[in-house]
């Protein structure tokens, strides 16, 4: 039987069975098999396969961790190193986030040179787990101590941290594995010797200004085999820009040219990108961003690391105006179809531009907002543009099926992402505005309407030879919006909501919700504009989408026919 193959011994379990059955129930046959079961001791209880039992639980410490690795740490030799850990540890676990004061420094140096000099004079027959796990410890707690900027940079508590990160940063245990950089895309990582100084070395630069040992470290570790390392020294390469321009951009081109873990170039993109350099080096940092983008996207997470650059690549047009990066935008969005999931990114960067300082009178926020709607327009042209190329019997023998699939949802999830923007930023739903951000008074949303009023159409297609599709859930956030706008605009909301539902929504009009959003902007505009009804246009306009409504059999359009020659009468 079929059965029988799930279980390792079906005999036994057949036997398990019948011996729950009353005897009096049995066949001759079966009492047999139960019997013949109990006479050879093979007769299994009747019980649960997994059963929880009692719970209890422990610190599982460092010293657990090496047994468990196989070492162990009660030999002289090993007991040596792990006693002068013990301070050591403490030091470093209470620290991960803080800044120890000068008193606490001077406190803890006694047993820190303690530790570095058992690492240099090593007992014999020490386990290398365990030197590893004194080093990290070590090269954590010289970390902690650099972290304080008021230090004496040629005391003795920097000069004992720096012997410590130098010899850690040239440290080669643990071995890094050769598939490391596979797996890190999204960065995290176990403390090690090299790692503390990669970190070490970058509070160093900040504090005191790189010399020439800094500047060699943080060069060599930007190179090490470790994803890891090369993240600390990413993150922390803004250290050097200030001081050492040069510096910083010959490691962030060869880094860019050369790293293949994304978690290490989202960081590295971070920092190169960073408003305070954008704002000194404008040109060059678009530059910077322009062959990034140009090269081969990592594998994992690719995304991640275009949201960096496309961020960047906004601010220096949007903010600074900036021609290089407009530039390279203008090249995404001459091949949307490959550049789809750029443009997608690209819309939502733009559209938190798109209010900025739209309470104020402002000339150069009037400048940053124009930038922003331009290039939603252009995005917007860009994805008809890739829609209307995947559309014409031509592109089917040019693209995969999947290809095509692929490139039309991302182009409608550009849309999407532009029209879920505008839902918040017109407060069409309150609940979903985050409490540290504060919406948009409605003067400032009547004043955001009005001036990007070209957008509105455009997003729904008014007067175009092209009717761009949208997803159902792209059409409910409009409808939403619409009525959430209604009493702002009421012509020109009405002018909208007709090019919307008469579009292509994908079968949005057949949605439960469409008809209940509908007829809540039927019900307003009757009771609150039933003047405009009167108008010849504007009743054509809100007679076609209810035929919309009608057509497809829904018993709430029907009414609000019968409601509508009351209303204008």
């Not at 029988?4 to 079966?30: G, W």
């Not at 007769?43 to 162990?72: C, I």
């Not at 014999?124 to 004194?134: C, E, F, K, M």
């Amino acid at each position: 039987l079929p059965l029988a193959k799930v279980y390792r011994a079906p005999v036994d379990q057949r036997d398990r069975l019948l011996a729950c059955i009353p005897d009096e129930e049995l066949s001759t046959r079966s009492k047999a098999a139960v019997e013949t079961a109990r006479s050879a001791a093979t007769l299994m209880k009747n019980e649960p396969y997994f059963k929880l039992g009692s719970v209890s639980h422990a610190q599982f410490t460092a010293e657990d961790w090496l047994r468990q690795q196989g070492t162990d740490p009660d030999t002289d030799a090993n007991r040596q190193l792990l006693d002068v850990k013990t301070p050591l540890a403490a030091f470093e676990n209470r620290y991960l986030n803080g800044t120890p004061s000068i008193e606490e420094v001077e406190a803890i140096l006694p047993s820190l040179r303690i530790g570095y000099e058992r690492l240099t004079a090593t007992p014999a027959g020490a386990d290398q787990r365990v030197i590893t796990d004194l080093f990290t410890s070590v090269a954590a707690v010289a970390e902690s101590i650099v972290k304080n900027n008021t230090l004496d940079p040629k005391g003795a508590a920097v000069r004992l941290c720096r012997n410590i990160i130098s010899a850690a940063a040239v440290y080669s245990y643990p071995e890094v594995h050769d598939k490391a950089d596979e797996h890190f895309d999204t960065p995290s990582w176990g403390p090690t010797p090299k790692i503390e100084a990669a970190q070490a070395v970058t509070h160093l630069a900040y504090n005191w200004g790189p010399d020439q040992e800094i500047e060699g470290l943080m060069a060599q570790l930007s190179a090490d085999k470790s994803p890891a390392v090369r993240f600390q020294i990413a993150n922390g390469l803004g250290s050097l820009y200030k001081p050492n321009p040069k510096l910083f951009w010959q490691i962030a081109d060869r880094m860019r040219k050369t790293e293949k873990s994304t978690g290490v170039l989202v960081a590295l993109a971070q920092v190169a990108g960073h408003a305070y350099i954008a704002k000194i080096e404008p040109e060059k940092v678009a530059k910077w961003c322009k062959a990034l983008l140009r090269a081969r996207l990592p594998k994992r997470r690719p995304g991640d690391l275009l949201q960096v650059i496309l961020d960047s690549l906004m601010y220096l047009y949007i903010w600074l105006n900036e021609s290089t990066a407009n530039d390279v935008i203008l090249s995404l969005e001459h091949s949307p179809l490959r550049y789809a999931k750029h443009l997608h990114i690209a819309a939502s960067s733009a559209s938190y531009y798109l209010t900025y300082n739209i309470e104020q009178a402002d000339s150069a926020a009037d400048s940053i907002r124009a930038r922003a709607r331009e290039i939603e327009l252009r995005i917007l042209r860009a994805v008809d543009l890739g829609l209307q190329s995947l559309e014409a019997p031509s592109t089917q023998t040019k693209l995969s099926a999947k290809r095509r699939a692929e490139s039309a949802s991302q182009l409608l999830t550009a849309v999407d992402s532009l029209v879920f923007r505008l839902y918040i930023l017109t407060n069409a739903n309150a609940q979903l505005v985050r409490p540290e951000d504060k919406p948009l008074p409605d003067d400032a949303v009547r004043a955001f309407f009005g001036e990007s009023v070209q957008l509105w159409d455009s997003i729904v297609s008014v007067d175009t030879g092209y009717r761009r599709p949208m997803g159902p859930s792209t059409a409910h956030h409009l409808m939403e919006s619409f009525n959430h706008l209604l009493g702002v605009d009421p012509e020109r909301i009405l002018m909208l909501t007709r090019s919307l539902i008469t579009g292509r929504t994908l079968g949005y009009e057949f949605d439960q919700m469409a008809i209940s959003e509908f007829v809540k902007f039927a019900e307003k505009l009757m009771a609150d504009h039933r003047e405009l009804l009167r108008d010849e246009t504007s009743a054509v306009r809100f007679a076609e989408i209810l035929d919309v409504f009608v057509r497809v059999g829904w018993p709430a359009a029907t009414q609000i026919v019968l409601q509508m020659d009351a209303a204008v009468r």
